[in-house]
Each structure stands twice: as C-alpha cells, then as structure tokens.
C-alpha cells in the first residue's frame, strides 16, 4: 500500500505483477491506436483507472510532471539523432 494515503483502493489490493502487466498492455494498446474517438475512450478509461485507485491530484501531478519533462527532452532531441535529410543546422548538429 502507498505510503502517502491511508485509504486502501481497489488498484492497491491487486498484485504489482498484474498492475504492472495491465499498464503493458495499455499503453502498447493506446500507441496502436490512430482514432481519435478510440484515444479519448482510452483518456476516459486512464482516468476513471486514475479516480478507481483513489489518487490524490498532487502527487500525480508530481510525477507526471518529471515524466513530461523527460518527454520534452527526447522530444527536442530527436531531431538530431535521426538520420535522413537535414532541415537546418544547429552549429555542428543537423536536424532531420
């Protein structure tokens, strides 16, 4: 059970492996999705997971602000470590 709340969920009875094994499967199943219609179901689903696990808003902004961090950072990076036709020239990287 997580330290910060006193209250026991549902999510927090079950098994780490068959949480762990769930999000897998989720998020491989959202990055195959291209409807749109399909990724809002997918939103409403993460957040009903999110209100069924009896989260408080604080500490998941905490964390998912670090993940989001990390995601800019590959984000302005990428450009520079995929090969194939510059678009511009950044010193002596090229982005493509």
């Known amino acids: 059970m997580n330290s910060d709340r006193a209250v026991s969920s549902f999510i ?3 098994d780490p492996r068959t949480r ?17 219609w399909l990724l809002a179901a997918a939103l409403i689903v993460a957040l009903g997971l999110i209100w069924l696990a009896q989260l ?7 964390r998912l602000l670090h993940v989001e961090g990390f995601m800019l950072l590959l984000f302005v990076l990428l ?4 090969p ?13």
């Open 20 to 36: 762990l094994l769930t999000v897998v499967v989720f998020v491989v199943s959202v990055t195959a999705l291209d409807n749109l």
């Open 12 to 14: 927090d009875r079950l």
């Open 56 to 62: 408080s808003f604080n500490p998941l902004r905490h």
């Open 84 to 96: 194939g036709e510059p678009l511009f020239t950044l010193g002596p990287l090229n982005a493509s």
């Open 79 to 82: 450009p520079f470590t995929t």
